[in-house]
């Protein structure tokens, strides 16, 4: 039996990555500090076909991750999956953010992620592999407006995942980073946002995006299977991707000129509605 950790894995995408590896007969350690939330995803991954446990854990806490990392070593002798995905959503602009939300996401996007990389890594060396999904987003890929700490935090995990997806092939170790579009999920349980635009936009993405969380879920699941570095599951942010690589430029320089002229927000709703985003 192979045996995986997801953290954030008490709602919303943990739970998905969660049923999809279930079906697959895994064996996980559901970490979240949303306890009822743990007990309810175990139990829908038992109804599934999988086993596991669940360990309550602040992933913007150190020696929280450590503890975990120790237990689950310990406790199964092997990891096979590190799945980092623990996050949270802060909105606005540059200056009006406060700085406690910068904070707030910075340590649970980034950090979080690093702290489950720096943990897990010696642990997947000395037992000779594994793989490490990190949790991104394509919001670290595009960087959107009114989005600066989620953009910063997600473009920081893809730059780690990168840089160790170099680093640990040498031991065996696969990285994949998904980095998805807006898709149903919990994120908007505790986003924080001021004004009324960062709100409807948010969850008008969330409400017409094209895939649900399973759909997500399996794409990333395959990606790592066939050891991919990235997974950009939706069309939509494949296409995005593709153009700013072609031309960055115009890229931003398109959005700069609708934000100019005073029609961005307009455009970016009227895109959400479609499912563009």
Known sequence: MSNAVITGAGSGFGRAMAMVMAKKGWRLLLADINHKGMEKTLSMVRHAGGDGEVFECDVSKAENVQRMADYSFSKWKRIDLLINNAGVVSCG???????????????????????????????????????????????????????????????????????????????????????????????????????????????????????????????????????????????????????????PGIFYGLISYAVKKGYGEKLALFLTRIGMM
């Open 93 to 247: 602009f540059v200056g009006d953010i406060p700085l406690k939300d910068w904070h707030w996401c910075v340590d649970i996007n980034f950090w979080g992620v690093l702290y489950g990389c720096h943990s897990f890594i010696p642990g997947m060396k000395a037992q000779g592999g594994g793989h490490i999904i990190n949790v991104a987003s394509s919001a670290g890929l595009f960087s959107l407006m009114e989005m600066g700490p989620y953009n910063i935090t997600k473009a920081a995990v893809i730059s780690l995942s990168e840089t160790l997806r170099q680093e640990l092939v040498a031991h065996k170790i696969g990285v994949t980073v998904a980095c998805p579009m807006f898709f149903n999920t919990h994120l908007l349980d505790n986003m924080r946002y001021q004004d009324e635009f960062q709100s409807e936009f948010a969850h008008s993405a969330f409400e017409h995006g094209r895939l649900s969380a399973e759909e997500v879920a399996e794409r990333t699941i395959r990606a790592y299977e066939k050891n991919r570095l990235y997974v950009i599951p939706q069309f939509t942010g494949k296409y995005y991707w593709m153009m700013k690589r072609l031309s």
